[in-house]
């Protein structure tokens, strides 16, 4: 065994005009236009993905028939809103739906426009600033971060509701500050106090490492999901069900959610929804290697490693179900190769071309004299926690 390495309803447009002190425009400009594009006709839409429903249902807290009923709502307001964009022209500003349901509202810089849009059926706001103005101020905004991103403002968006271009702030100073470095007209702009603290998503890719209660490291085997659920699949030695996991930088992973050994030499790990399940594995050589699919390698094939602490090394299959008698028991089903590895490789990645193969498990020797190692093939992990493996 590599031993861890030790460390410290349905949908309609309501008829609403809300007013606004704007310039007037010539009344009689593009009506036709936009009555036409009240009246669009939307493309043939196919049926929902049941897991789609599902979903709705789950997270939007639908009935089914009222999740049926949203997303053909929020198709024919998505017909409706790129005719009218294209009707409208310089005059638009932007449209969304209520929280409640799938009515749209339009607004226009044009109170014309909205009187057309609403003598057809819809809903329209009278508003300031076109989108168009929007877009530049949120622009010149990106442009300003890119040559000193604004440590109090974690973002900014245009919200077209509010009319303005959003932004977050912690502390009132500076974000004004920024904002007068950026150039951007004030009115444009409307300043909010912070409520969100943006972070990173992370990956998960096979090889990189993982701490096992700030105690030890292991690596990644294959990224997977559960229902969903991102996590990855290692080495059972790692860790036993229940130990916490966490990146290098001490964000936390997930937890195992189950792990054999010995008998068998595999654990996976669920991890929490902020980590994305990458098909791929580290080549520490600045890249990474796709994984299309798991098809068992013949004897004799290629075959790679990577792990957490020599990187990347490469050799042959040997044999297939070696039975390895480790001190704390025996392991079955192993697959023998001619790949080096060391302690804190444990778990990672053996993969032939784009197929994965298994998790590292143990071996002898190291990567500066060469060695044997063994692999748990990765086919009897999936098929044991019900886990899918992550493809490209």
């Known amino acids: ?45 196919a049926p929902a993905p049941g897991a789609l429903l599902q979903a709705l249902q789950r997270d939007l807290r639908l009935t089914p028939q009222a999740a049926e009923a949203r997303l053909a709502g929020e198709a024919r307001a998505a017909a409706t809103q790129e005719a009218l964009q294209r009707a409208l022209g310089e005059r638009w500003a932007g449209a969304w739906l209520g929280e409640s349901d799938t009515t749209l509202t339009v607004a226009t810089t044009d109170p014309a426009a909205a009187r057309t849009i609403t003598d057809n059926g819809g809903r329209a706001t009278v508003v300031r600033n076109s989108l168009t103005a929007l877009d530049r101020a949120r622009t010149a905004l990106d442009e300003a971060a890119r040559t000193a991103a604004p440590e109090s403002t974690p973002l900014w968006y245009v919200d077209p509701a509010a009319n303005a271009v959003v932004v977050q702030s912690t502390d009132a100073d500076r974000t004004n500050a920024f904002l007068a470095r950026a150039g951007v007209d004030r009115a444009l702009v409307q300043v909010d106090r912070a409520s969100d603290a943006p972070r ?36 059972g030695h790692c860790g036993q069900a229940g130990a916490a996991a966490a990146a290098p930088d001490g964000t936390s992973i997930g937890s195992f959610q189950g792990s054999t050994f010995p008998g068998n030499d595999y654990s996976w790990i669920q991890a929490d929804s902020s980590w994305t399940a990458q098909p791929q594995v580290n080549n520490y050589a600045g890249s990474a290697v796709t994984v299309s699919g798991s ?3 013949p ?29 704390q028991g025996s392991v079955f089903g192993l697959t023998r190769t001619s790949v080096c590895a060391e302690p804190g490789d444990s ?33 009897p992990i999936l098929d044991t926690y019900g886990l899918t493996l992550a493809t490209g």
């Open 200 to 235: 990173a998503l992370a990956d998960l890719v096979g090889g990189n490492a993982y701490y096992i209660n700030n105690a030890a490291r292991c690596s990644i085997g294959f990224p997977v999901t559960q229902g969903g659920q991102p996590g990855f699949v290692s080495a």
């Open 295 to 297: 098809a068992v390698a």
């Open 1 to 45: 065994m590599l031993l861890r390495h030790k460390a410290v309803a349905t949908s309609f447009l309501a008829v609403t005009a809300l007013a606004a002190a704007v310039a007037p425009a010539d009344a009689g400009t593009g009506r036709s236009e936009i009555a036409r594009a009240m009246t669009v006709r939307q493309a043939p839409v």
């Open 299 to 327: 004897i004799g094939s290629s075959v790679c490693r990577s792990g957490s602490t020599t990187g990347w090394h490469c050799g042959t299959v040997r044999q297939f179900n070696a039975t390895v008698n480790y001190s």
């Open 347 to 379: 778990g990672g990645s053996f993969i032939s071309g784009s197929q994965a193969q298994g998790v590292t498990s143990g071996g002898s020797g190291n990567c500066t004299s060469g060695g044997t190692t063994y692999f748990q093939p990765v086919n």
